[in-house]
Every structure is written in C-alpha cells, then in structure tokens.
C-alpha cells in the first residue's frame, strides 16, 4: 500500500528558505542531490586513505572537481571500518555545503562513498560585496532595525569578526566562501554566522551582490502539550564517575572540584545572561557532589540548585561516554576541551545551562560547528506545584544532546524531513538510554509524556507527516523503538544496535529523508561484516516497513521563502529477500572486452576500457581496474583515461559481490612506448620532510622553451627552467601523476611520472 502527499506547511526554525530577491540560487544541499555509491568499490590497499577515495572519485568527477578536495578526519571505529571526510576548497576558498564521506575496511578497501561535488571550475564568479555588506545584509533580514555598523575586531584566513555588544553571545562572523549555485557555477559569496542571547544561532548565506539566498537555524528547541497527569519519581541515587580518567574521557569528568570538566562545563544561568551566575557552580571536596534534592520546596532553593546542577553535569558526561564508546568521537566532532590527538577541533565542551531564566517549559541545544561550543539551555517547567526542574529529567538531557549528535554527525538538519529526524533522534537517545517508551513524564507532569502516543504501538506511520518537527519525529522514534524491540527479541547484542546506530550517520548523506536513515543503517551493518548481518538486516527493514518506509518509500521536499512544499511516498514492503537465509555465493565472472590484449596506446591519447560482468546469485557487483604501473586507475564497467603513463601495463579488471573471496579477475597488458628522441623526459623522487610530502621533478628535452608542469590535470607552474619542487598538502600517503607539456598546449608532453607515497 502507498499513499502520496503534497502539503505545504510554514517554514519554521529548522527549516532553511531560499530567498527569492536575487537571480542566484543556492545549489540543492539535501539528501536526494549526494550521491551515493555502496558495496565493494576498491580493493584492498595501502595507499593513504584520502588518496584512494580521491582515485576513486576521479572516475566520476573532472580533475580540477577532484584536485579541490581537502581532508577534513579519518576516524576508524571499533567495528574496524575507517571514515574519512572530505570538502571543497576552490581558489583558496571552501565550497559552502560539500562533502565527501567515505567508509573503508581496515584493509583500506573502500565500501561506501556519499559525496555532493560541484564543478570546481571553469572559474569563481566574482563578488562585489564585501565582508561588511553581507554582515549588514544578514543583520537587516534576523534583526531589522538593529545597528549594523558594528566594530570589526579580527580578521584572518578569510574570517571576519565584528564586536556583537549585548545582542550576541559570541562576536558575529563572516567567512568568504565559494557558494554552489543551482546553474552549476560557483560564485564567491559569505557565510554569516550570528548567535544571539536568545540562543538561536543562524547561519546565513549572502551572495556576490549581498543578497541573502540561504539560511539555516542551528538551535533545536521543543516546546510541549501538557497534560495534568503525575508520573511516579525514581529516587535520588548516589552513583560513581570515572574518577581519574575512563576510555572515554581521559581525563575524568570533573576539574578543580566543581563543575567544570573536559566534556561539559554545567552552571546555573538564573539571570539568562549566557554565562554562570555568581555561585553558580557547586564547590565540593574530594570530588563529591552529594547535594540533596528535595522536590517538595522549590527547585529555586539554593541547595536544589546545586543539586540540579550536579545532575545536569552528571547526565551530560554519561550521554557522552555511551555515544563515544559507539562511534561518537573526538574524530567525529563530539564535544571535548582537549581531543588528545585523536581528530577533531577540540574546545567545545558543552556549556549546560541550569535553570536558564530565558524561559519555562523548554528546553534547546544550538550546534555550532566542530571547533566551538554548543549551548544546551534548560528550564523548569510549570505544570506542577512545586515546579519541576528538567535538569532532573534524563529523557530532556539526552534528548537535546541527540540534537548536537545528528548536526556533528549527519550535517545539515534543517528541513521538513531531516528536522523531524533530529527530533526522533533525539527521543530516541531517551528511550533507549532509559528503556522506556515514553519521553519526560517527569518534567511534564504526564503519564504518558510528552508525545502524543507512547512509543509501544505507536499508531501512524511515514504518510502521517504534518510539517510540525515534533509531531512528525515521533514516527522516526516510533521506528527506532519498534527496531529495539525486534533486535532484542531476534537475540541480537543492544550494543551493537548502538554501534549500527551511532556509524550510519557517517553513511546518511546530509539533510536526509526517512529512507536515507534506513539506509545508512543497512549500510553499517553491511560495512561492519558481521556474522549476524543477515539477521540485523531483516530486523532492520521489518522495524522500518512497519512505519511505511519500506522499499520504495520516498520523501521530497522543496522549500521557499515562506512554504515548505513536501511529498512522501510510503511503502509497507520489504525486499524480498530481506529476511531469507543467504545460500551459498557463487563468484561473479568477468572479461574484458576493451582495450585489446598486447594492444598498444599513444602516451595521452584516450584509452577507453570495458567489462562485460555477470553474477548467478544476481547481487550488486562492483567493477575495480588497476595497472601494474600505477595502481587504481578505474571503476565500473566502463570508462576512458588519459593518464596512462609510458611503459607496459599489465591491467587487471576485478569484479566482487561484496565477498573478496569471491571476487574473480582477468587480465590484458597493453603498451605505450617510449616518446621519440628529442621530446621531454621526465624524471622525479618523492620523498617526506617531517611528514610533509615532497616530489622533486627534473626534466631534459625542453631545450630553453617555456613549459607548464602539471599534476593529474592541475598546472602547477609554468616555467622555464628544468626542475621543480612540488610540496604537496596534508600528510600520510598517495597516488600522484606528473608530466609537463610544452607552454599552453597538449602535445608534444613528457612520459607520465608516477610518484607513490
């Protein structure tokens, strides 16, 4: 059964619009623009790990789109996969909204690859506003009638900062960017991030001509209907933190004896100033916070506030160690003051504001991005006398922290579809921490809680989608609840549903629907190679059926100024064979059908090269060409190359099902020969200088004459000597390809130079 919607529903806080005063409009940055590509992509191999999704991507993407990627972390898991994370970064300039996520084996064999390139050339459009004009034009569209001519306090690496006076909790910033167009242009533009005392944090996008074409509210906040109903309290417990030190905070929790630790600094924000009042933070000794709580007086007594701060403290830590033991980590942007060398920006602890005077009933999370610190305000909530506090609510604590978790882990949760999902997440952090299937009884003085249904037997499904976050979130925590309940009952290890929890967001493409949820999870356990992977699946796909995002559901959106127009498609199937047992694999075969064996080749003319590949058992196969002289060269079963060097090629073209026992090979040799006397040689070394890498590059033949030194296809001088020092970006290892031509032209070059790290 499938049922469609169209709806159209306001935009509200985590929903970005494209604003219509300009002729520009921002490239498409969801979920349905990434491409994805699964299964079994390379080979296993020992190159560094950026340079073998770069190979891969070449076959897929322009040279120059390629040559603009930067390494942004790799960050291996405990299941043995590795994730690697790319972006843009044109004429010095990031590319606003582009990524790369990348998975791989622990043998260096590539599985997974989600990816959103633009065209990096044929060159950025430029811009005729400058850092001062987009600030003006995001203050005027958040804040009009507010001073814009704030004071410029710094400037570096095409960041600026302006002083914010009493309207900003940190100075506003603008950053020069390469934004995406949807005319497949780039156009040089600013990001605006402005953070103001009320806890919302935008970022906005101005283009060349100051003009706002993009926004996205970072800050996640829930608000409720009540229902007078009185849930029953668990008693205050005295319990033991890691002391010292743990596997997942190094350093312990606790600094100096209050609340300040590596993981998140917890104070009481009374006077929703931002910052701790005075005495806001408990002071113990021997690191013992044993205050009191005693619900039957106002949670505003001075010891029930520091009570409340205590928990707040303690719950933070606790959501922290669960997501990092599970794949939330210093490499995958968690909040740390000091990641201890093992990725990520580091100094972002979460600031957790106790009792925050800003409001009541509520609650919020804003997430920067990784390098600075989110803010998680809580309130008392009033629906009982005496109030109640939520900084003693867990399902509230977890809940927006799951908020920080998706936007560091996914991206971009803005959006009809992927906001809901922030807010299921969220909820579902809250249920299975606390294995219940209902959300903040205690703050909300309400049996059943928060939502409008308990989890168990929730009764709508994909099609029910309102436009309301909230509401609509409760299906994707419904799915997540029905997904537990079946694991369990199918004798599969909770952790591990953590585990394929946690590592699908680094196989969900940014700004995702229902379905790219389902598939990241798929696409963990496929990554992960488990034993139980088939049986993981089946729960998997029954859970996600259940609640209409079954094979062939569908959600779209489309967003404007105002609307959010949003369809979705259910479907109540599964595969058909998601729940059979597997039967034995047979290998697929595979044979080359071009170029011809001992066939030979002009060095940088095209070659094109073809697989016919078939498979019995009628799996996904992926195709993987290497060569003898320079490693992978291709992927598919098709494609052209001009970047076979001189020499003779023994080609091997691999075809696997996604078992490398299985996979099967065949091989041609082709030849190019030596270029005639006379023409350029090439000759070089690579070598490393404290691990930065360095090729030394020599050329004869050019007899005087101006000539230009590529690498793959980028010109990297044009010169008139016969040597060049190339020092190349990041560390580790790769692949890389040199020649140099005659000045401006494509004929008469050198042999092709393969230089391998």
Known sequence: MRRTFALFVAVAALVSAVIAQDTDEIANLSAKAARVTRGQLTLPSNAGRPSIVSAFLAARHDASTVSSLVPDAEDATSQGTVHVRMHQRVAGLDVYGTYVKATMTREGALVSVIENLVPAGPGLLPASADYRDALTAALQRRYPGAPTDLPEVSS??????????GRFLENPAVTRMAIPLANGRLRIGYLVETWDRGNQLWHTIVNGNGRVIFEELRTASDSYNIFPIYPGLTPQTVVQGPGTGNAESQAGWVTNNTTIGNNVDAYLDRDNNNAADASGRPVVSGQNFLQVFDTNVAPTTSTNQMAAVTNLFYLNNVIHDKLYRHGFTAAAGNFQTNNFGLGGSGNDPVNAEAQDGGGTSNANFSTPNDGSRPRMQMYLWNQSTPNRDGDLDSDVVYHEYGHGLTWRMIGGMSGPFAGAIGEGMGDTLAIYMNANDRVGEYSFNNATGIRRFAYTNYPLTYGDMNGAVHDDGEIYAATMWKLRALWTAAGLDNDVLWDRMIDAMNLTPSRPAYEDMRDGILAAINAAGATTAAKERCQVWTAFAQFGIG???????????IFCRFSVTESFTKPSDACSVPS????????????????SFTQNSPVAFAATVADADNDTVATTWTSSLQGAIGTGTSFTTTSLGVGQHTITATASDGQLSNAASISVTITAPNPPSGGITLTGRGYKVKGVRKVDLAWTGANGQSVDVYREALVLVTSTDSAYTDTLSGKGGGTFHYKVCPAGSTTGCSNILTIVF
């Open 551 to 561: 094979s062939g559901a569908n959600g779209t959106e489309s967003c404007g100024v």
């Open 584 to 599: 034995s694999n047979t290998a697929p075969t595979v044979s080359i059908t071009s170029p011809a064996n001992n066939s």
């Open 156 to 165: 570096a690496n095409n960041r600026v900062e302006f002083g914010g006076g």
